[in-house]
């Protein structure tokens, strides 16, 4: 989607007679001869660091437009704000830690930009519809792929597992 979203951007950059060429440009890979607008830049930006504490100001000062102007972008042509996006970029990086890798929530959720796990959860929740560990759950269910979990450990390392049924002891 971002190359795609990065392809527009160029064709409209060039039609529109936008700015030549960037730093940010040769960040993302590109030729100097390819001309960037700044909903390409913006959305390259976002997708690089996502993670990223970004804010409208910071992105907009980054890709030479105003705030507003960013807004008008981003509404116009892709029908979200840019702090959205910056929101569905990292549920789509952290649906797929989800279902590709065997990290816990915890990591995930910093990895993708939150310094919790509860916000991260509250927010993947309002996304998809489902918690982490449910939407790792179904997924798992429905390709009949099952991440391994890591160990939980005990004291010295030793293995710990749960008891079934209720307390007591004997």
Same mark, same amino acid.
């Given at each position: =989607?971002? +190359? %795609?979203?990065? @392809?527009? #951007? ?9 700015? &030549?060429?960037?730093? =940010? #440009?040769?960040?993302?890979? /590109? ?9 390409? !830049?913006?959305?390259? +930006? %976002? ?8 804010? *409208? ?7 030479? *437009?105003?705030?507003?102007? @960013?807004?008008? =972008?981003? !509404? ?6 840019? +702090?959205?996006?910056? *929101? ?7 649906? /797929?830690? @989800?279902?590709?890798?065997?990290? @816990?929530?915890?990591?995930?959720? $910093? ?14 929740? &309002? $996304? ?7 939407? &790792?759950?179904?997924?798992? =269910? %429905? $390709? ?11 004291? #010295?390392?030793?293995? *710990?597992?749960? !008891? !079934?049924?209720? #307390?007591?002891?004997?």
């Amino acid at each position: =989607l971002g +190359l %795609i979203l990065a @392809l527009v #951007g160029i064709s409209l950059a060039a039609w529109t007679g936008a700015p &030549r060429f960037d730093a =940010l #440009g040769s960040a993302i890979g /590109l030729s100097p001869e390819i001309e960037i607008g700044p909903l390409a !830049k913006a959305v390259a +930006l %976002i997708e690089a660091r996502f993670a990223e504490p970004l804010t *409208v100001q910071g992105i907009a000062r980054a890709v030479g *437009v105003s705030e507003s102007q @960013l807004y008008a =972008l981003f !509404k116009e042509r892709l029908q979200t704000s840019p +702090l959205r996006f910056v *929101v569905q970029q990292r549920m789509a990086r952290a649906g /797929l830690y @989800l279902t590709d890798t065997r990290m @816990l929530i915890a990591d995930i959720a $910093h990895r993708v930009g939150y310094g919790d796990q509860s916000a991260f959860s509250r927010a993947f929740r &309002r $996304h998809w519809g489902e918690t982490p560990a449910a939407y &790792r759950r179904v997924l798992s =269910l %429905i $390709h009949n792929y099952q991440p391994t979990r890591p160990e939980r450990r005990g004291v #010295g390392g030793v293995g *710990v597992e749960k !008891k !079934k049924g209720g #307390g007591g002891g004997g």
